[in-house]
């Protein structure tokens, strides 16, 4: 059964440096996102991409964070200036129909 | 705006026995989606079951049933003859209006089910 995939599943980095969370959706879905989980609390929406581009972000997805879509199969979240604040569970998910939202298994980040 | 509320923060079951697990939404759009995912200590989220606004028949997907009530905005989940491998953290969820570019998902603080043998 197609599933979302991300790598890596963990992700240690100091403080002040850029990350890259990758993403692979499944093959015909069209519809992307971004979401966070700071441990213990809930899964919180950062943004949608769709046709290329960005559809919504939230408040949290600020200048440090981008998003896109090098090829046709991966979905890349960066940060480009980590904070300790970012420590979190990222997913990613993928839909094609409004009815469904499959998400990727998570990459923890922590920021030192 | 949109919102999720799940008001038991934990709950406990027998094995084989039945659990609801409460959870109530408020929205002004006619037009919604509610999701259930089950997040186990692994911490993936798994998909469980989906309910539309305009479905008129409870959503059931093997023993996972959505008790939709409409008029009181609620959507509990139903899990019948509980199982150990049930223990985990359940997310009630709503997605925006329409079919729309962004249909995002909005999360409850989410329940924590214990199985207990």
């Known amino acids: 059964e197609p599933e979302v995939t991300q790598t890596p599943s963990h992700q240690v980095t100091q403080m002040g440096q850029e990350v890259i969370l990758r993403c692979v959706p499944i093959?015909?879905?069209?519809?992307f996102y971004w979401y966070r989980q700071i441990l213990g609390q809930k899964v919180e929406f950062l943004v949608s991409?769709?046709?290329?581009?960005?559809?919504?972000k939230s408040e949290i997805f600020d200048d440090q964070f981008s998003v896109e879509r090098p090829d046709g199969s991966n979905f890349t979240l960066k940060i480009r200036s980590t904070k300790l604040e970012d420590s979190a569970m990222y997913f990613c998910?993928?839909?094609?129909?409004?009815?469904?939202?499959?998400f990727g298994p998570g990459t923890r980040l922590t920021v030192l | 705006a949109q919102k999720i509320t799940q008001t038991q923060p934990g709950m406990f079951v027998q094995e084989k026995e039945a659990v609801t697990l409460d959870c109530t939404y408020d929205?002004?759009?006619?037009?919604?989606?509610l999701f259930w995912y089950k997040q186990p200590s692994s911490g993936e989220m798994i998909f469980l079951i989906y309910?539309?606004?305009?479905?008129?028949q409870n959503a059931t997907e093997g023993r996972y049933s959505l008790n939709f009530q409409k008029a009181r905005k609620s959507a509990n989940l139903v899990i019948s003859a509980s199982q150990l491998g049930d223990s985990a953290m359940y997310f009630c969820?709503?997605?925006?209006?329409?079919?729309?570019?962004?249909?995002?998902?909005?999360f409850g603080t989410g329940t924590l089910l214990a199985v207990q043998p």
């Open positions: 998910a993928s839909r094609d129909r409004p009815d469904e939202q499959f």
């Open positions: 093959s015909n879905h069209l519809y």
């Open positions: 991409f769709y046709n290329n581009e960005i559809s919504e």
């Open positions: 929205t002004s759009d006619q037009s919604y989606g």
């Open positions: 309910q539309g606004s305009y479905d008129e």
């Open positions: 969820a709503m997605r925006e209006a329409g079919g729309g570019a962004t249909n995002k998902l909005i």
